[in-house]
């Protein structure tokens, strides 16, 4: 089985309360602890990626972060989905073959630009022709940032970008920033699966969100910024 045909099955027949929990490496170490830790696929997140290489989030040029992406999916033997911002401005063809020489199963694609929504039509064409340039070879997580950019009823408007999204060939919809009591409505008004944020060390567990709807939850840089601060304990001791 490939390795995107092995990473799309882990998305489907999912139990209630039983979501794909995958980790966020930003580079080859901890992606290395993530597998040893027995987590069956991984989806690097871009904050925590331009962190690790000394970018703000969203700044980071796209030849680093395919670089970066390449080097966690030969570090490890499973699947390894990448969180690629907007694409990066590049053309949907290249864009493909930019993640599958990474080693890349899957990705993240936004709809939004500059902090801006996108038409969600013109954004449902660049998924379109995304897929199609993949074909299977590519997982496509289509995020959907309602919830960020603080639209009336986002709940609604995200559902509403889903359907055209999964219409155009979207794996997952991630209704990023989404709390947990909107998870029900969105499962309700949402074909396929869907991926959840979840906080580290605060919020519902995976297991809740699961049970109340999500698919498959991520964690954003939430466990770089975790790994960050226990480093800075560390290095306030060894100062003292």
């Known amino acids: 089985m490939s390795g995107a045909r092995s990473f799309r099955s882990l998305h489907h027949g999912r139990a209630p309360g039983d979501p794909l929990v995958l980790p966020g ?11 040893a830790a027995g987590f069956p696929a991984l989806a690097t997140p871009s904050a925590g990626v ?13 030849d680093e972060m395919f670089a ?3 080097r966690i999916a030969r570090a490890v033997a499973v699947p390894v989905s990448a969180d690629v911002e907007g694409g990066y401005g590049l053309a949907p063809k290249e864009l493909v073959e930019r993640l599958l020489e990474a080693g890349a199963v899957g990705c993240n694609l936004e709809d939004s630009l500059d902090g801006v929504l996108r038409d969600p039509r013109e954004h449902a064409d660049r998924l379109a022709e ?10 496509l997580n289509a995020r959907v940032d309602t919830f960020l950019r603080g639209v009336p009823d986002p709940v609604e408007a995200a559902v509403e970008r889903a359907a055209r999204y999964v219409a155009a060939g979207a794996d997952c919809v991630y209704p990023i920033g989404a709390p947990a009591d909107a998870i029900p409505a969105l499962r309700a008004g949402i074909d396929g699966p869907l991926n ?10 995976p297991t809740d969100l699961g049970e109340r709807g999500a698919t498959r939850i991520t964690f954003g840089p939430g466990l770089q910024r975790a790994a960050a601060r226990a480093l800075a304990e560390i290095a306030a001791e060894l100062r003292e």
């Open 25 to 35: 490496p930003w580079d080859a170490a901890s992606a290395r602890v993530f597998e």
């Open 130 to 139: 995304v897929k199609e340039a993949a074909g299977d070879a590519l997982f």
């Open 68 to 70: 970066a992406v390449a």
């Open 50 to 62: 331009a962190a690790s290489l000394g970018y703000e989030d969203g700044r980071t040029p796209a």
């Open 196 to 205: 959840v944020f979840a906080q580290v060390g605060g919020g519902p567990s």
